[in-house]
Protein backbone atom coordinates (compact mmCIF):
# COMPACT_ATOMS: atom_id res chain seq x y z
CA UNK A 1 0.00 0.00 0.00
CA UNK A 2 1.22 3.37 -1.12
CA UNK A 3 1.62 5.62 1.87
CA UNK A 4 0.39 9.59 1.00
CA UNK A 5 1.72 12.53 2.62
CA UNK A 6 0.60 14.38 5.11
CA UNK A 7 -1.40 17.32 4.67
CA UNK A 8 0.41 20.73 5.71
CA UNK A 9 -0.39 22.85 8.42
CA UNK A 10 -2.19 25.97 8.51
CA UNK A 11 1.16 27.35 10.56
CA UNK A 12 3.59 24.88 8.53
CA UNK A 13 1.91 27.17 5.27
CA UNK A 14 1.90 30.34 6.62
CA UNK A 15 5.19 29.73 7.84
CA UNK A 16 6.53 29.10 4.36
CA UNK A 17 4.78 31.66 2.94
CA UNK A 18 6.36 34.21 4.98
CA UNK A 19 9.94 32.62 3.87
CA UNK A 20 9.02 32.44 0.02
CA UNK A 21 6.33 35.19 -0.64
CA UNK A 22 7.58 37.84 1.73
CA UNK A 23 4.95 40.23 0.50
CA UNK A 24 2.17 38.25 0.88
CA UNK A 25 0.74 39.32 4.18
CA UNK A 26 -1.80 36.89 6.35
CA UNK A 27 -4.99 39.36 6.19
CA UNK A 28 -6.57 37.25 8.96
CA UNK A 29 -7.32 33.93 9.90
CA UNK A 30 -11.27 33.62 9.84
CA UNK A 31 -13.63 31.84 12.16
CA UNK A 32 -14.17 29.07 9.79
CA UNK A 33 -10.29 28.24 9.83
CA UNK A 34 -9.99 30.02 6.05
CA UNK A 35 -6.72 32.07 6.21
CA UNK A 36 -5.77 34.81 3.63
CA UNK A 37 -3.17 36.15 2.26
CA UNK A 38 -2.82 39.37 0.22
CA UNK A 39 -0.12 41.35 -1.40
CA UNK A 40 1.31 41.35 -4.79
CA UNK A 41 2.27 38.56 -7.58
CA UNK A 42 3.94 39.68 -10.60
CA UNK A 43 2.46 38.39 -14.41
CA UNK A 44 4.70 39.67 -17.34
CA UNK A 45 4.91 43.15 -17.24
CA UNK A 46 2.24 44.19 -14.18
CA UNK A 47 2.17 43.67 -10.72
CA UNK A 48 -1.24 42.24 -9.39
CA UNK A 49 -2.54 42.41 -5.66
CA UNK A 50 -4.23 39.00 -4.88
CA UNK A 51 -5.41 37.13 -2.74
CA UNK A 52 -4.72 33.38 -1.70
CA UNK A 53 -7.64 31.91 0.09
CA UNK A 54 -7.68 28.60 1.73
CA UNK A 55 -9.54 26.52 4.88
CA UNK A 56 -7.49 23.40 5.68
CA UNK A 57 -10.33 22.09 7.50
CA UNK A 58 -11.59 21.00 3.95
CA UNK A 59 -10.77 19.36 1.42
CA UNK A 60 -10.73 22.41 -0.99
CA UNK A 61 -7.84 23.68 -2.67
CA UNK A 62 -6.63 27.44 -2.06
CA UNK A 63 -8.22 30.05 -4.47
CA UNK A 64 -7.22 33.45 -5.76
CA UNK A 65 -8.78 36.23 -6.73
CA UNK A 66 -7.18 39.29 -8.20
CA UNK A 67 -7.72 42.40 -6.22
CA UNK A 68 -6.11 45.28 -7.92
CA UNK A 69 -5.50 45.66 -11.05
CA UNK A 70 -8.97 44.06 -11.93
CA UNK A 71 -8.87 41.23 -14.83
CA UNK A 72 -11.21 42.29 -17.34
CA UNK A 73 -12.31 40.80 -20.55
CA UNK A 74 -11.25 41.60 -23.51
CA UNK A 75 -12.66 44.48 -25.75
CA UNK A 76 -15.93 43.02 -27.50
CA UNK A 77 -16.02 40.23 -25.07
CA UNK A 78 -17.77 39.08 -22.20
CA UNK A 79 -16.60 37.57 -18.52
CA UNK A 80 -17.46 34.59 -20.31
CA UNK A 81 -14.49 35.25 -22.63
CA UNK A 82 -11.66 35.15 -20.43
CA UNK A 83 -10.11 31.89 -20.24
CA UNK A 84 -9.35 29.75 -17.48
CA UNK A 85 -11.31 31.73 -14.82
CA UNK A 86 -13.19 29.96 -12.33
CA UNK A 87 -16.07 32.28 -13.09
CA UNK A 88 -18.54 33.75 -10.97
CA UNK A 89 -22.20 34.66 -12.64
CA UNK A 90 -23.77 36.32 -9.80
CA UNK A 91 -20.51 37.91 -9.13
CA UNK A 92 -17.73 37.95 -11.83
CA UNK A 93 -15.49 40.43 -10.85
CA UNK A 94 -15.09 37.98 -8.23
CA UNK A 95 -14.27 35.18 -10.03
CA UNK A 96 -11.50 32.91 -9.33
CA UNK A 97 -7.89 31.85 -11.37
CA UNK A 98 -8.58 28.62 -12.39
CA UNK A 99 -4.86 27.56 -12.07
CA UNK A 100 -4.86 23.12 -12.50
CA UNK A 101 -7.32 20.45 -13.65
CA UNK A 102 -8.62 19.07 -10.50
CA UNK A 103 -9.12 15.89 -11.84
CA UNK A 104 -6.11 15.40 -12.37
CA UNK A 105 -5.27 15.69 -8.97
CA UNK A 106 -2.34 18.47 -9.75
CA UNK A 107 -2.72 20.20 -6.17
CA UNK A 108 -3.29 18.29 -2.84
CA UNK A 109 -3.03 19.75 0.65
CA UNK A 110 0.41 17.90 1.22
CA UNK A 111 1.97 20.36 -1.02
CA UNK A 112 3.13 23.91 -0.84
CA UNK A 113 0.61 26.84 -1.59
CA UNK A 114 4.21 29.25 -1.54
CA UNK A 115 5.44 26.70 -4.28
CA UNK A 116 2.53 25.58 -6.31
CA UNK A 117 -0.07 27.94 -6.09
CA UNK A 118 1.88 31.47 -5.55
CA UNK A 119 3.90 30.91 -8.97
CA UNK A 120 1.00 28.75 -10.86
CA UNK A 121 -0.92 32.31 -10.21
CA UNK A 122 2.04 34.30 -11.58
CA UNK A 123 2.20 32.01 -14.70
CA UNK A 124 -1.64 32.83 -14.80
CA UNK A 125 -1.44 36.64 -15.03
CA UNK A 126 1.78 36.36 -17.63
CA UNK A 127 -0.52 33.92 -19.75
CA UNK A 128 -3.62 36.26 -19.51
CA UNK A 129 -1.50 39.79 -20.15
CA UNK A 130 -0.36 38.30 -23.97
CA UNK A 131 -3.95 36.90 -24.17
CA UNK A 132 -5.19 40.50 -23.22
CA UNK A 133 -3.05 41.70 -26.10
CA UNK A 134 -3.81 39.40 -28.93
CA UNK A 135 -6.48 36.98 -28.01
CA UNK A 136 -3.96 33.73 -27.88
CA UNK A 137 -4.05 31.74 -24.94
CA UNK A 138 -0.27 30.16 -24.39
CA UNK A 139 -1.15 28.18 -21.13
CA UNK A 140 -1.85 24.94 -20.50
CA UNK A 141 -4.92 24.02 -20.87
CA UNK A 142 -7.09 20.93 -19.40
CA UNK A 143 -9.82 18.58 -21.58
CA UNK A 144 -13.03 21.02 -22.60
CA UNK A 145 -13.52 24.27 -23.57
CA UNK A 146 -11.00 26.82 -22.86
CA UNK A 147 -13.63 29.78 -21.07
CA UNK A 148 -17.23 29.10 -20.38
CA UNK A 149 -17.63 31.25 -23.51
CA UNK A 150 -15.92 28.93 -25.76
CA UNK A 151 -18.56 26.30 -24.49
CA UNK A 152 -21.52 28.11 -25.45
CA UNK A 153 -23.35 28.45 -29.17
CA UNK A 154 -23.03 32.13 -30.48
CA UNK A 155 -26.94 33.01 -29.19
CA UNK A 156 -26.47 31.53 -25.49
CA UNK A 157 -22.86 33.64 -25.53
CA UNK A 158 -24.74 37.00 -27.11
CA UNK A 159 -27.21 36.74 -24.29
CA UNK A 160 -24.85 35.82 -21.72
CA UNK A 161 -23.14 38.77 -22.28
CA UNK A 162 -26.00 41.18 -22.61
CA UNK A 163 -27.49 40.15 -18.97
CA UNK A 164 -24.03 40.81 -17.41
CA UNK A 165 -23.39 43.72 -19.64
Excluded at 108 to 137: N, Q
Aim: glycine share 6%.
Amino acid sequence: MKATARPKSREAQAERMREVWPGLKPLTVLADGRIIWIGPVRGFQMSYKVSVVWNPERTTPPLVFVRQPMIAPRPGTGWIDIPHLLYDPESPKDSALCLFDPDQNEWCSSMWISDTIVPWASEWLHHYELWHFDGVWRGANAPGPISIGAGMNRSEKELQNVERA
